[in-house]
């Protein structure tokens, strides 16, 4: 792994200036062969996915990765519909360490253009529980683009957790893996939930202090929306996202935001049949 950039990469992106702006939360797909580089970027921007090829190239002596320049939703659009493009390239340095490989660096403008269109910094994470892809889009041809998804689905079945009698049982036997812990106003949060990815037809459940919030869903492109209000008697509370299927692309990774009035917060969780991805949202009076 010390001198690859190959397989899947997590991060959020955060625009290089004072205040407080949306994420840009992303996902780095890259195959390596040689010193080229090439692959995909997904990101979430406000409540649209944007997928973008990307390539570049890795030099395995000093570590540094580059990418040639993509277009990048401006971080002052208020509609991601009619927003404009800012292009930025990408540098990035290889972080290796005993417990984790980091891809620290961002995407940036030209010198022309540095103060319009500020850097937007990321520190993506390899993620080792994410196995490749099962279909390989770089090896499709026109015929394979125009096979149906149900052919897919019959060609590549998701793996499923054993169906229980009761569920509950099973979310509580797995490991809570703690992502967050966010500081929220006691007031009514608003939920938007997507798959982080190529929709693999995985689906989860969503639990609020051990109790079922929103039942078995499929994961997808448009958000899964819920506003709840929490008991402000408590001092804290605990949202998880529970693995219901692992899909055709082990883990389930989501992408979350949340409203707090006015405040917005963006994660990314990763769950499995052995792992809970949870928040722990403590109540700012207490």
């Not at 169906?163 to 949060?189: N, Q, T, Y």
């Amino acid at each position: 792994m010390s001198q690859q950039v190959n397989g899947h990469w997590y991060g959020v992106g955060k625009v290089a200036v004072p205040g407080e702006h949306s994420a840009y939360l992303a996902e780095l797909i890259l195959k390596q062969k040689g010193k080229t580089v090439t692959g995909e970027l997904q990101y979430y921007f406000r409540d649209s996915l944007f997928k973008l090829a990307v390539s570049g190239i890795f030099n395995s002596q000093n570590r540094q990765l580059t990418f040639k320049p993509l277009p990048f939703i401006y971080y002052l659009s208020r509609s991601t519909r009619n927003g404009i493009d800012c292009i930025l390239s990408g540098n990035f340095t290889l972080i290796v360490n005993r417990t984790e490989s980091i891809l620290n660096g961002a995407f940036e403008s030209d010198a022309a253009h540095r103060y319009t269109a500020p850097p937007i910094q990321f520190r993506f994470r390899y993620s080792t529980d994410t196995i490749p892809s099962a279909v390989d889009l770089s090896a499709q041809t026109e015929d394979d683009e125009s096979i149906s998804d149900t052919a897919l689905v019959q060609a590549i079945t998701p793996v499923e957790a054993k169906a229980p009698k009761a569920i509950d049982s099973i979310f509580k036997a797995r490991d809570k893996l703690f992502v967050r812990e966010i500081e929220v106003s006691g007031g009514p949060l608003r939920l938007e939930l997507y798959d982080n990815g190529s929709i693999d037809y995985d689906s989860v459940s969503v639990y609020l202090n051990d109790q079922l919030l929103i039942p078995k869903v499929k994961l997808d492109h448009k958000a899964i929306r819920k506003t709840i209000q929490l008991d402000s008697t408590l001092p804290h509370h605990e949202l998880s996202m529970f693995a219901e299927n692992l899909g055709m692309v082990p883990p389930n990774t989501a992408a979350l935001i949340i409203y707090d009035g006015d405040k917005r917060y963006e994660l990314i969780l990763t769950s499995d049949l052995n792992r809970t991805a949870t928040i722990r949202l403590k109540n700012r009076k207490y």
